[in-house]
C-alpha cells in the first residue's frame, strides 16, 4: 500500500478553454493513468473515482479530468451537442498527456489511460497520438469503434472491458479489437450491463484495470520521489 497520497486541483488548457482536474499522486508511484470519462460524465464520476482510489493503491498517480467547460456542459445536458464529439473529447485527452509530460512532477511518468463510454474512444485516439509516452489503455463498457481509424496506430497495450448483458457493446468491441495491431484483450464480466452497477462487477473491472496497469504501465523506468515534487504542479495554464 503506499505510504501517502497526495493531491492537487490542476488546470489544463486546450486553446482557450480551461479544463479542471484532480490530481492524485501515491508514493510510491509506477505511473499516471489519465481518465477519460464518458457521456453526460464529469470528473466526479463515481465509479470512475472509485477505479481511481483501487488504482492508487496499486501506486497509480490518477487525473479525473474534466472534458467539457462549465459551458460546455450545461450546453451539452440540454442539446447533447459535446458528448459524441469524439475529436474535441480527444483533443483534450491528449491536452492532458501533454501537459503530464511537460510538468516537473510528472514528466518522467509513464502514462496510462482509462476510458469509459465515449471516452475510451478519446483516450484511445490520445494513446495513438502519443505513443512516446502512452504504455496502456483500459476501456470499460467503451466505445473503442468510435476511435476509428486511430485503432490501427495504438501501440498501447489495451484491455478492454465489457459486461456480459452489454450484448451490442460486445460485439462493437470485439470488432474494434480485430482491427487493433497493439497487444489487445477482451474481458467479459458476467451479468453485468453497460454501467456495472451489479454488486461486484465495478470491483472486477478494478481488479482487472489494476493488473493491467501493473502490468504495463512501470515497464520503463519511472522516476521515484515524483510526490516530493507536488507541490510544484502547475494549477493553472501549461
Partial sequence: ???????????????????????????????????????????FSPRNRQVAAALESGG????????LTKEEEAEDVRTGKYRFDIPRLARRVMAAANWASEDLA?????????????????????????????????????RPDLAG?????????????VGGDDREVITLNEDAKRRMHAIARLEIVPGATHLFEEPGALEQVQRLAADWFREYLPHHSARKGAVDMLDGVAPGES
Fill in 1 to 43: 500500500m503506499p505510504a501517502a497520497v497526495k493531491t492537487a486541483a490542476v488546470r489544463i488548457a486546450d486553446g482557450s478553454a480551461l479544463l479542471d482536474g484532480d490530481l492524485r499522486l501515491p508514493d510510491p508511484c509506477i505511473g499516471l493513468v489519465i481518465f477519460a470519462h464518458g457521456s453526460g460524465s464529469s470528473r
Fill in 60 to 67: 497509480c498517480a490518477t487525473l479525473l479530468l474534466d472534458l
Fill in 106 to 142: 510528472l514528466r518522467d511518468l509513464n502514462i496510462g489511460y482509462f476510458g469509459a463510454s465515449t471516452g475510451a474512444a478519446a483516450a484511445l485516439i490520445a494513446a495513438a497520438g502519443r505513443p512516446d509516452i502512452s504504455v496502456a489503455v483500459v476501456s470499460r463498457g467503451g
Fill in 149 to 161: 481509424d486511430a485503432l490501427g496506430v495504438v501501440q498501447a497495450p489495451t484491455l478492454l472491458i
